[in-house]
Nanobody, 137 residues
Framework: QLQLRESGGRLVQPGGSLRLSCAAS????????VGWFRQAPGKEREGVSC???????????YYADSVKGRFTISRDNAKNTVYLQMNSLKPEDTGLYYC???????????????????????????WGQGTQVTVSS
């Protein structure tokens, strides 16, 4: 059974750091692009960061302007896990964070080797359950 599981979210003070994990089971995660998304109460889901598949575009990464310079996405292929290191956290980073993978569009599998920034939230087939990040003093 293919599963994604996020972990690492918690309450943290402004300026603090967290590392979120996205662990996969049932398939090899480095074969696919992985996106991190977040959704705050009353707001639409937004893309935070993504990483391309390990064998395409040198595993290129993308960051939303709001997190650039503060967040870092990375893979640990031995652990079949993607991480999101979040530093200098701000209250506006609060939200439910999800990871997603395996590109699919309109019910059909699509190429997995495009730049990850070319996949939107509607283009991923598998999602985790989310992990809550709250940044507050």
């Amino acid at each position: 059974q293919l599963q994604l599981r996020e972990s690492g979210g918690r309450l943290v003070q402004p300026g603090g750091s967290l590392r979120l994990s996205c662990a996969a089971s049932g398939f090899t995660l480095d074969y696919f692009p992985v996106g991190w998304f977040r959704q705050a109460p009353g707001k639409e889901r937004e893309g935070v960061s993504c990483i391309s598949s390990s064998d395409s575009h040198d595993g290129s990464t993308y960051y939303a302007d709001s997190v650039k310079g503060r967040f870092t996405i990375s893979r640990d292929n031995a652990k079949n896990t993607v991480y999101l290191q979040m530093n200098s956290l701000k209250p506006e980073d609060t939200g439910l964070y999800y990871c997603a993978t395996v590109p699919r569009r309109n019910g059909s599998w699509i190429r997995r080797d495009d730049y990850c920034s070319n996949y939107g939230s509607d283009d991923y087939a598998y999602w985790g359950q989310g992990t809550q990040v709250t940044v507050s003093s």
